[in-house]
């Protein structure tokens, strides 16, 4: 559920820098410091102008900043949709469910549809957004540790294809919400396979220690499976699993689908039951520095099937439809954030602070799990020689740092537009009102086009939520 899932995410490269204000440019022949783009952390259709603006979808990000102010958040449209068709492609003959608390609005919920992926929801207000657009219903998907009863009501009476339960508890109430509604309700058992994904490799305990699930090794999970199958409201179609997230190895993968597996193999010989489905979840790992070195789609989906088959044949089952639900590695490279600088604090043979105008409240990654992030000048070329900064937000908390160890072009002043690439999964998606900072709007870009998708907040709506004692002092109830 949480991209805490995994605590190694966005652990500092070793031997980055960490403080100072080190050269890291020379001078360049023509003096223009508008090194190219690096490869695989910006959005598809990026590109630098001559004057060094970056265009994005084919609009410069200086036009956008005049129309739409910033902090924004620019997402590139033909980048998610060919991601999308990317891992449709991958994992052809499988179920694809674009996993929406990375970033999910209704345009995103339309492209979803129209790329022919299905949407996972977590929430009753993930699942509001999907209705308001007429997501298909059988292609949705709801997980969570603890959905309410009315989130479970308002799930099966929109008729939800699969629901993932993940308690007892859930079984219960879930097969009473079914048995009111008159409906037999398609569920998957999540399963916690014990496999621990890390950035860089696994470790194969330990992570049974966690909130979401049933254990395999303990025996929960074929207690659930044994306790869905005794509903009758319910009707069990397969596993579940999910490692975490931000993985770079398969292995982890490999491991988990091997328990799963068995586990539908033991299902078989005590139930004598063959589950047409396994999800395998999400978690695949993006680019967000030249040090990460993201897998490719498709290998991971050939090595995928390759172990699933491998180890169905080996237990004499057929092969299972598998499911997968990226979401990081969906919208993830698809979105920089668009910055102006206010200030620039040289601290000399300390470090030089460059503030933008957001912060932690669009990006909470930095602060909650030491992620790391670059950035660029994007509004003009800049000097060719570079110092490493340390961008930092706009709010109360000198925990407010947008992205350590940046090296932007020594003469960066106020005014100067500055882009995070990597910010479209948990930015916009875990963005808050701290300090009452309005949240950001997302601007889609396409075909030299800009479309707002989700607009700025403005101090209007943060009021709306807030009860004034008085305009109720008529309305006060005497004690
Ligand atoms: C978070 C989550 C995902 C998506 O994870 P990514 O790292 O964004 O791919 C998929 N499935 C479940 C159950 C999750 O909790």
């Known amino acids: 559920m949480s991209e805490t899932d995994n605590p190694a995410v966005g652990a500092p490269a070793a031997g980055a820098p960490t403080a100072g204000a080190l050269t890291v440019g020379g001078p360049t022949p023509g003096g223009s410091s508008a090194a190219a783009l690096e490869e695989n952390l910006w959005p598809a259709t990026a590109r630098l102008d001559r004057d060094g603006v970056l265009r994005v979808g084919g609009v410069r990000v200086d ?32 179920d694809v469910y674009y996993a ?67 308690s007892f ?31 860089h490799s696994y470790v194969s305990t330990g992570q049974e220690d966690q909130k979401f699930g049933f254990s395999l090794a303990g025996g929960a999970a074929a207690e659930a ?44 010989d005590t139930h004598d039951l063959e589950l047409p489905e396994l999800d395998l979840g999400g978690g695949l790992g993006i680019a967000y520095t030249s040090e990460d070195a993201p897998l490719e789609v498709a290998d991971v989906a050939e090595r995928l099937t390759a172990v699933v088959g491998k180890e169905c044949a080996a237990a004499g089952l057929a092969v299972p439809r598998l499911g997968v639900e990226p979401g990081r590695a969906v919208v993830g490279p698809t979105t920089v954030t668009l910055y102006e600088v206010g200030t620039v604090k040289e601290l000399p043979g300390l470090r030089t602070f460059v503030s933008v105008d957001g912060g932690m409240s669009d ?58 690439p990597a910010s479209g999964a948990y930015h916009r998606s875990m963005a808050s ?11 889609a870009v396409r075909d030299g086009a800009a479309r707002l998708i989700v607009r700025r907040e403005t101090e209007e709506d943060l009021l709306r939520l807030d009860i004034d004692p008085a305009d109720q002092a008529g309305a006060a109830v005497a004690p």
Request: charged residues 20%; hydrophobic residues 50%.
């Open 100 to 166: 929406g608390k990375a970033f999910l609005c209704r345009a995103v919920a339309r492209w979803v549809d129209e790329e022919g992926l299905n949407l996972d929801v977590c929430t009753g207000g993930e699942l509001a957004v999907a209705r308001s657009v007429g997501f298909p219903a059988g292609r949705l998907l709801f997980h969570g540790n603890n959905k309410s009863v009315a989130e479970l009501r308002a799930a099966v009476a929109y008729g939800v294809g699969r629901i993932v339960v993940d």
């Open 433 to 443: 009102n701290y300090n009452h900072v309005t949240r950001p709007p997302v601007v």
């Open 225 to 268: 499976v044994e306790r869905v199958l005794a509903a009758g409201s319910l009707e069990l179609v397969g596993l579940h699993a999910h490692i975490g997230s931000q993985i770079f190895d398969t292995a982890g993968f490999g491991l988990a689908a091997h328990r799963m597996v068995g586990l539908l193999a033991r299902v078989r």
């Open 363 to 420: 990006n909470i990654r930095t602060a909650l799990y030491d992620a790391r992030y670059t950035a660029r000048l994007v509004s003009r070329a800049g000097s060719a020689a570079a110092h490493v900064v340390t961008l930092v937000g706009r709010h109360c908390e000198s925990g407010d740092v947008v992205a350590h160890d940046v090296p932007l072009p020594d003469d960066v002043r106020p005014g100067d537009l500055v882009a995070v």
């Open 63 to 94: 036009e956008l900043a005049a129309e739409f102010g910033t902090p924004a958040f620019v997402l590139d449209e033909a980048d998610f949709r060919a991601r999308c068709a990317a891992w449709r492609r991958a994992f052809s003959d499988c």
């Open 169 to 199: 508890a859930e079984i219960d109430r879930l097969a009473a919400v079914a048995a009111e509604a008159g409906v037999r309700q398609r569920v998957l058992v999540r399963v916690t396979p014990g496999v621990e994904a890390h950035t």
